[in-house]
């Protein structure tokens, strides 16, 4: 390699399943391709780290969530490493448990991640703050309604327990920035 080459095969490769696996799908009542949320959350990961693994998580981290693709998958292709970044990042869906806890759980295990898998949630959390507050201050209060969970104080008090949970992160930038966004679309209104 030469000097400021970095090796991405591991990554690159992401990407592309990332890709494959969300194509023709849209982000919901966006408008726009799905793979563009995971592609965001990867760059703002980016943003904290250059680790290939934990970047090639968060490309793939509503791979397991969204499509058919299987954990076991992940890790046959990318390994154990980003295998285990990506569950920890997806919602378990398909354990009987209801919204508020599936959400209680996720804090839970965030509570306790690792930095690594921490770096990951908040890529995907920034990026759905980050859209929800382009929605929110163009459609106001009936923004919420296109949520199955249609209460505003539900919504806030996942976001600000995630802020408890990646507080550990508050040294970056990224964090600094998902704080901002959560205190101005629930504190502020």
């Known amino acids: 390699m030469k000097p400021n080459e970095m090796d991405t095969s591991l990554l690159d490769q992401a990407i592309l399943f990332a890709v494959e696996c969300h194509s023709g799908t849209e982000r919901r009542g966006k408008g726009f391709p799905y793979i563009v949320h995971p592609m965001e959350a990867m760059a703002i990961a980016a943003t904290m780290t250059s680790d ?6 968060a490309a793939l981290h509503d791979v397991v969530e969204d499509t058919d693709v299987t954990l076991d998958e992940i890790r046959s292709r990318f390994g154990d490493r980003v295998a285990r970044l990506v569950d920890t990042e997806s919602d378990r869906i398909g ?15 965030l509570t306790v991640a690792s ?3 921490k770096i990951v949630a908040l890529g995907d959390k920034l990026s759905n703050m980050r859209a929800i507050a382009r929605d929110y201050t163009t459609r106001g209060e009936p923004f919420w309604n296109m949520f199955r969970i249609k209460d505003k104080s539900v919504h806030s008090w996942r976001y600000h327990a995630l802020l408890g949970a990646l ?4 040294d970056t930038y990224a964090y600094q920035e998902f704080e901002f966004l959560v205190k101005r679309i629930f504190e502020m209104g």
């Open 52 to 57: 290939q693994e934990v970047l090639a998580a």
């Open 95 to 109: 354990e009987g448990l209801d919204w508020q806890a599936r959400k209680v759980e996720s804090l839970r295990r």
């Open 115 to 117: 930095r690594d898998e």
């Open 167 to 170: 507080a550990d992160l508050s």
